[in-house]
C-alpha cells in the first residue's frame, strides 16, 4: 500500500465561500467537509482530507482548508506538509481580503508550487472572467505562483475539472518528493480516539519514515509513544514517509496530553523551548511593527502568542526583512530551517513570515551580540559543516558537546560524530563526546603549559602538579583542560604520576652536575635511613641544600620514583617496596591480619615511624584498617603485582 502513494501533498487556498471544498470533491469524489456543523453550515471549520487517485493508480493527498479568516489558525495548521497548492478564487467575486492573506500564506510558508484555479465560471460571462483574471494576475506577483497557470473550472457543470486534474496530476509528478531519509517528525493535525484502537494522531511527516513498533516522542510535553499501526489515504501501509497524510494508531498516547500543535518525532533529536530564532521577512502589506510587540507565532501546526523583540533596530518597516527573537507564551517544538508566520494579536492579521534558525529558552541577552550571533547562524546557511564551525566559534574555548551540536543539526549522535571526525579544523574529545576548534585546543594547550611552567617556577627541578592544582580559567575551562592533557599523554608528554599527580615528561631534563650531586646524596642519605627515614630538615643538613633549592630536588626525585614521601619523612623507593613485601608476607602468615609487633620489631623501627608508615601503606590498597585491625586486601592490584614479584 505505502508503494501506490506519491508522496506529495496539495492544499487549497482561498476565500471563504469561493469553493474549495466543492472543487476537492469534484476532483476525487470526496467530501472533505467531515464535521456535522460544517455540513449544516455549508462551511469548512476545520481541515478537510481527501484523495485523487492518479492515471498510474497512486494515490495523491489533498488538504483542504477553511476560507474564513476566523479560522486562518486551522488554514495555517492544514498548510503544514504542503508541496503544492490550488489557490482558488470565484469568477463572480474575484480577489477578496481572504485571497491576499492566503497567498501571503503559502507564499511565507515555502509553499514549492501550484495551480490558481478560478472557480464558479459558470456564474460569468467572459468579459467578468477576464477581468477576473486580470486582478488575479496582479495579486501573485512577487510570489510563488507568479507564473502559475490559471485553471477556468466550474465544480457545478463539471467544466474544466477533467483538464484540472490532468494539470493538478502532471505539475505533481515532477515536483520531487520530500526525503524518507533522516529523523522521522511530524507536526500533529488531528487527535482522536477510536472503539479497539484508542489514540489516533494524523499529519504530515516533514522528514524521515516511521514503522509500526517505533517508539516516538511527542514533543514539547516529552512523552513517548509507541506505534502499533499505520493507515493513509483509507488503508493500512507498513510504513509512513515524508511527503503523505499519516494516520499513526498510538494507544499509550494519554489523549488528554497530546493535542493539535506537537509533534511526533523520532526521540532525542529535536528540542522545544519558549524563545524562536527566526530570519523574518515582513509582507509588504504590513503594518510598522515595533520592539516588544504582541505577535501570533505559528509553525507546523501551532499556533502561540508571544512577543517581538527586535535586535538591531526598534521597528520594523513593510518587506523588511531581518533576524529577530519572538519570546512565546509557551514552549513549542520546531527544526532548523522550518517555515513559520506572523501575526498580530490584534487585529489578527498575517505580517509576515520566513524561517527558523534555532529554538531556545528565555533568559537574559543583549540585543546587538544576539543580534550578531543570529547573522552568524545566517552566515552559515543550511551547510552542517557551516553550522558545526558556527556553534564551535560561539562556544570558544568551552567547546559543544556532541549531544548540543545534535540537537543544532537534528541529526544522531553518530552522524555527527562522523562529520566532525571529517573536518580538519575541529577536534573531537571522544572520552568526553565534546568537540573544539582545532584553534582552541592549540590555545588551550600553549596556556595550561605556561601555567605548569608559573606554577614551578621556584621549583625548577620539578616535572609534576596535582591535577586539581591546575588552574583552570575562562580561556581554559576544565574540558578542554582534561583533553589537553589527553592529548599530550597520546604524544608522550605527560603521564599520570604518583598520587594524582601529572607528570610532565618533557621536564626531566639532564641536572647540572652539582646539582645531580646534591641530588644523589638525597637518595644515598633516605637508602641509609631506611626504616627510620629523615625529615626534609635532617636532609638538609646532610646535603647542604635548603628552602627551594632542596624542595626542588626532592620533588625531582619523587618524579623519577627514587623516593616517597611519608607523613613529614622521605623514604627510599627501594625501602617503600621491602616495606609492602614485608606487611604482605606478615599478613598471610596470620591470617591475613597484620601483626604489628612483630613488624616493627622486623624493620628495627619505632611507633613514630610505623604508624604513619602503615597509613601510607593503606592509601596504597595493599591493606585496610577494618574493626581495630589490619587486614591484607589479597584481590588489590598491588597484592597481586607483589605476587607476582616473588614468585619471579
Not at 157 to 172: F, H, K, P, Q
Not at 416 to 429: S, T
Request: net charge negative; proline share 4%; aromatic share 2%.
Amino acid at each position: 500500500m505505502a508503494r501506490s502513494i506519491h508522496p506529495v501533498v496539495v492544499g487549497t487556498a482561498g476565500h471563504i465561500d469561493h469553493g474549495k471544498s466543492s472543487l476537492v470533491q469534484a476532483l476525487t469524489g470526496i467530501d472533505p467537509d467531515r464535521l456535522k456543523e460544517e455540513k449544516e453550515r455549508g462551511l469548512t471549520i476545520d481541515l478537510g482530507f481527501a484523495r485523487l487517485k492518479l492515471s498510474d493508480g497512486r494515490l495523491l493527498g489533498l488538504v483542504d482548508v477553511p476560507g474564513h479568516e476566523r479560522f486562518v489558525r486551522n488554514m495555517v495548521a492544514g498548510c503544514t506538509g504542503l508541496d503544492l497548492v490550488m489557490l482558488v478564487v470565484a469568477a463572480d467575486d474575484s480577489v477578496m481580503p481572504q485571497t491576499i492573506e492566503h497567498l501571503d500564506i503559502v507564499h511565507l510558508l515555502g509553499v514549492r508550487d501550484g495551480i490558481i484555479v478560478m472557480t464558479k465560471i459558470d456564474m460569468v460571462d467572459e468579459v467578468i472572467a477576464e477581468i477576473a483574471e486580470e486582478e488575479i494576475r496582479a495579486a501573485v506577483q512577487g510570489t510563488v505562483l507568479a507564473d502559475a497557470p490559471i485553471m477556468r473550472v466550474s465544480s457545478v457543470t463539471g467544466d474544466g475539472i477533467l483538464e484540472l486534474r490532468d494539470r493538478l496530476e502532471a505539475l505533481a509528478l515532477k515536483v520531487e518528493p520530500r526525503q524518507s531519509r533522516g529523523p522521522f517528525r511530524m507536526p500533529i493535525q488531528r487527535v482522536f480516539s477510536l472503539p479497539g484502537i484508542g489514540t489516533v494522531v494524523t499529519g504530515i511527516p516533514i522528514t524521515g519514515s516511521v514503522r509500526p513498533g517505533t517508539e516516538l516522542e511527542v514533543l514539547p510535553i516529552e512523552q513517548t509513544i509507541k506505534v502499533r499501526g499505520i493507515h493513509a489515504y483509507g488503508g493500512k501501509v507498513e510504513e509512513a514517509v515524508a511527503g503523505h497524510s499519516t494516520a499513526l494508531s498510538v494507544p499509550d498516547a494519554k489523549t488528554a496530553g497530546v493535542r493539535r500543535g506537537m509533534v511526533c518525532a523520532e526521540a532525542g533529536l529535536f528540542t522545544s523551548g519558549d524563545a524562536v530564532d527566526v530570519e523574518l521577512e515582513l509582507t509588504p502589506r504590513s503594518p510598522r511593527l515595533r520592539h516588544r510587540d504582541p505577535i501570533r507565532f505559528h509553525t507546523g501546526t501551532v499556533e502561540v502568542r508571544g512577543t517581538l523583540l527586535l535586535l538591531d533596530r526598534d521597528q520594523l518597516e513593510a518587506s523588511a526583512k531581518t533576524s529577530v527573537r519572538l519570546e512565546l507564551d509557551e514552549h513549542v517544538s520546531c527544526a532548523t530551517t522550518d517555515r513559520f508566520l506572523l501575526r498580530l494579536q490584534n487585529p489578527a492579521v498575517t505580517v509576515g513570515g520566513g524561517r527558523v534558525l534555532r529554538v531556545s529558552r528565555t533568559g537574559r541577552y543583549r540585543r546587538k551580540d544576539l543580534g550578531q550571533e543570529l547573522e552568524g547562524i545566517l552566515a552559515a546557511g543550511d551547510q552542517p559543516e557551516a553550522r558545526v564551525h558556527h556553534e564551535l566559534e560561539q562556544a570558544g574555548a568551552d567547546g559543544r558537546t556532541i549531544d548540543d551540536l545534535a540537537h543544532v543539526l537534528e541529526q544522531t549522535d553518530s552522524d555527527v560524530v562522523d562529520l566532525v571526525d571529517g573536518l580538519e579544523d575541529v577536534e573531537l574529545h571522544h572520552r568526553a563526546m565534546r568537540a573544539f576548534l582545532a584553534s582552541a585546543v592549540a590555545a588551550g594547550e600553549k596556556e595550561l603549559l605556561e601555567s605548569v611552567e608559573r606554577m614551578l617556577a621556584r621549583r625548577p627541578d620539578a616535572a609534576s602538579i596535582k591535577r586539581s592544582a591546575l588552574r583552570t580559567t575562562r580561556s581554559l575551562p576544565q574540558q578542554l583542560a582534561e583533553f589537553v592533557i589527553e592529548r599530550l599523554q597520546e604524544r608522550g608528554r605527560v603521564r599520570a604520576g604518583r598520587q594524582g599527580q601529572i607528570l610532565f615528561l618533557d621536564r626531566l631534563k639532564p641536572l647540572p652536575s652539582d646539582r645531580q650531586a646534591t641530588f644523589d646524596r638525597i637518595i644515598a642519605t633516605c637508602e641509609e635511613r631506611a626504616f627510620r627515614p629523615p625529615t626534609a630538615n635532617e636532609l638538609s643538613a646532610a646535603v647542604g641544600a635548603a628552602g627551594d633549592s632542596l624542595l626542588s630536588l626532592l620533588d625531582r626525585a619523587m618524579d623519577e620514583g627514587r623516593i616517597e614521601k611519608v607523613g613529614e619523612t622521605f623514604y627510599a623507593a627501594a625501602t617503600i617496596r621491602t616495606v609492602l613485601h614485608r606487611i604482605r608476607d606478615n599478613c598471610l602468615a596470620h591470617d591475613e591480619v597484620l601483626d604489628i609487633p612483630e613488624l616493627r620489631d622486623g624493620l628495627d623501627t619505632s611507633r613514630k615511624f610505623l604508624i604513619p608508615l602503615l597509613e601510607y601503606v593503606d592509601s596504597l590498597g595493599l591493606t585496610v584498617l577494618r574493626g581495630g585491625v589490619r587486614r591484607l586486601l589479597p584481590s588489590s592490584d598491588l597484592s597481586r603485582e607483589l605476587a607476582a614479584e616473588r614468585d619471579a
